[in-house]
């Protein structure tokens, strides 16, 4: 059964770079549509960015357009949220989920099979 891990978050100034990664665990293969999700206190989830199975199609939030970059890395399999100019707004925990059935991305929480435990980004000087 495909279980998700994510990594790389933790404390950084404003304006400063995380690049977060979400990676199967096991023997399980990650090419399935991936999207990243965050989630801060008091407010409900909302999608940052997705990949679709193939690479191709990607998506961000108005939010973080020019700033976070997504990629796939199916020799490490491995999905990574690159994130530049981190904003304190920023702050959240942030989700990889896998869409197990789907070619192409999008933001709906409901359309994702799979989750990871989440990793902690805050932003703050």
């Known amino acids: 059964q495909l279980q998700l891990v994510e990594s790389g978050g933790g404390l950084v100034q404003p304006g400063g770079s995380l690049t977060l990664s979400c990676a199967a665990s096991g023997f399980t293969s990650i090419r399935y549509a991936i999207g990243w999700f965050r989630q801060a206190p008091g407010k409900e989830r909302e999608g940052v960015s997705c990949v679709g199975r193939l690479g191709v199609d990607t998506k961000y939030a108005d939010s973080v357009k020019g700033r976070f970059t997504i990629s796939r890395n199916n020799a490490e399999n491995t999905v990574s949220l690159q994130m530049n100019s981190l904003k304190p707004e920023d702050t959240a925990i942030y989700y990889c989920?896998?869409?197990?059935?789907?070619?192409?991305?999008?933001?709906?929480?409901?359309?994702?099979?799979?989750w990871g435990q989440g990793t902690q980004v805050t932003v703050s000087s």
């Open positions: 989920a896998a869409d197990m059935w789907a070619s192409g991305c999008d933001f709906r929480t409901t359309e994702y099979d799979r």
